[in-house]
Structures are given as C-alpha cells and as structure tokens.
C-alpha cells in the first residue's frame, strides 16, 4: 500500500498543486490544503466555485488533472478503497431508493465498509443520532420529508465513527433545531479527536463550528486561515458615546480609519485593524459607552468576491458568474 512521505501522515487532508480540468473548462487549480487531524475546516464557495469537485478527488471518485492528494496519510488514488473505508461522507446529492428504510440503507452502506454484516456498534449508534435528530429509521425513505432524508445521509456518514467526516452541504433541509444539534455532533466529533472537513455555502454554521476555513473563488483558494483570525483581520465598526460633543476629526486622521461620522455625543468610524489608536485617543476624553461590531463571516466572505475572477477562470460547474 501506497503513502506519502512520514511527514505528511499527521494530517488529516493533504493536497499540493491538485488541479482539475473538464477538457478547457477550469474546476479547480493549484488547491494546496492541509488539514489536521481534530479540526473542524470549513470549505466554503459558492454554488460552481469548485468545492464538490475538490471533494471528489479527495475520495478518488475522480482524476486529477495535476499535483497530488492524500487523506489519512493514504494516496487518494492509489489507496481509494481504504481511504473510504477510513471516511464518513454524505454527498452534496445524496440519493436514495425510495423503496428502503432508513435502516436498510445504513445497514446497506456499512456492510460495504466493513465487508460483513453491519456491525452491532454501527447498528446502535444509528439508533442513538436517529432519536437526536427526531427521526424514525423504520419508515421508506419514498414517504420521507426531504430534510428527513437528509438526517438519512447523515446517520450513514456517522454511525461508524470514522476518523474523517467529509460532509458537502450537510445541513441542506434542515430546520434551525436540528441544524443546532447536527452543530452539536459535529463538536463532539472534534473533541473526540476526529476531523471533520464541512463543505457549506451557511457561512453562520462554518462561523459558529469552524476551527479554520478556506475560501475557494472560481477554483481557486482567495483565503486559508483560523476562523478568528479570518473575521479579525476585517474591518469593524467602532462606535463610541462621550459625556459630551468632541471634534470626530481627530479620529479620522488616524490610521486604519474611515467613514466617519457623528451627531451629538456619538463618534462612528470604519477600523481596518486594531483598536489601540483609537482607544487611546478616546481616552483623551469622557467616555460614556463603546461597542466594537465585529464582522460576520458572510461579510468577510463577500469581500473576496467583490471583483470579477481572471479571465479564463470559471468555476466548474460551468455557470455564468454573478456578483
């Protein structure tokens, strides 16, 4: 059996150059990632942007065109059996025989992993997340709600407990409870020491979940860091209350500093980074209140898309892209 260098075994997802092309059309290009075993990493894009083509070659379930990935310290081509055998994946478009129970699939889908019959362990752990995710395993999956039929997916991605969770919009149909308790899974993955690789365009679930992200746009990484280091690296709005009217020039003249207004006691201002400045400055003065609002991911996302990608990039769906 094929691995890759001794280095590389510490990670979880190894990838250097991995490149897909459809004939001229561009799916992915010179992707390098590396993920670490216990991690939660968000893989986010739009719809088009690459991330189900990346996934795909990460599992073996397509070529690459260029440059190299492993998974568990396992190469995905020459390794693909065990390196399926080692993940647990729910696929963006997960399909299912409307004529199955839930509970004939997963017993399905682990007796391929395990070569035998599903394993007494598997069989208990599918009932235990079935009764976390409100749902009856008995009923044909034809008579299933499409949110149901995704709790289906999941279950089958997770009852093994394998040591990689590789999850594409794993949260599409659910309602707000459930996705909370799916949220709650997938930490208590992490603090087992698994990893869990979370393919989402709900930015809200990789903010909350994430340990670091990647930005793909028009296959291409545009980003790969911490979540927090990501969101603290943009810009936030400072508002700041004195006991009475200061000048707001004075903070405009400061670095990092812009759009800003006033009206009565209040300040606002635009902050590139830091605030160190500008608390000093502030407290030149009374101050009677100050509130830092911090950016969510979907307005950090945003800002890697605010230019039209090179040309010759397009993502690998093959849509036209928009703004």
């Known amino acids: 059996m094929y691995r890759m260098d001794s280095h590389d075994s510490t990670a979880a997802i190894l990838t250097q150059g991995l490149s897909k092309a ?151 149909g659910l309602d707000p409870l459930m996705q909370d308790t799916f949220l709650q899974i997938v930490r208590e993955a992490r603090d087992e020491g698994r990893t869990v690789f979370l393919s989402s365009h709900v930015l809200s679930e990789v903010e909350r979940v994430c340990d670091k992200v990647a930005i793909v746009r028009a296959g291409r990484l545009a980003a790969l860091e911490t979540t927090d280091s990501l969101l603290e690296k943009r810009v936030k709005r400072v508002t700041l209350v004195f006991a009475e009217p200061v000048d707001a020039s004075v903070f405009a003249a400061l670095p990092g500093v812009r759009d800003v207004w006033s009206r009565d006691n209040t300040v606002s201002l635009r902050l590139d980074d830091g605030v160190d400045a500008v608390v000093k400055l502030a407290a030149r003065f009374t101050v009677s209140d100050m509130m830092v609002e911090h950016p969510s991911l979907d307005e950090v996302f945003m800002s890697y898309y605010e230019q039209r990608p090179p040309e010759g990039d397009r993502p690998d769906e093959g849509q036209p892209w928009r703004r």
């Open 22 to 172: 459809y004939g001229s059309r561009l799916g992915i290009a010179d992707v390098d990632l590396q993920v670490g075993r216990g991690e939660v990493f968000g893989f986010i894009g739009p719809n088009g942007a690459g991330k189900t083509t990346t996934i795909r070659l990460l599992l073996g379930l397509l070529r690459p065109s260029a440059g190299r990935a492993a998974v568990m310290g396992l190469d995905v081509q020459r390794d693909s059996v065990a390196v399926r055998r080692r993940v647990g994946y729910l696929p963006g478009d997960f399909g299912l025989d409307p004529r199955m129970t839930g509970r004939e699939l997963i017993d399905y889908f682990t007796s391929l992993r395990d070569g035998e019959s599903p394993a007494a362990d598997s069989r208990r752990r599918a009932d235990v997340f079935a009764a976390r995710l409100e749902l009856d395993l008995d009923v044909p999956m034809g008579r299933l709600s499409r949110g149901n039929r995704q709790k289906i997916g999941l279950i089958q991605a997770l009852c093994h407990r394998p040591a990689l969770l590789i999850l594409d919009e794993p949260t599409t």
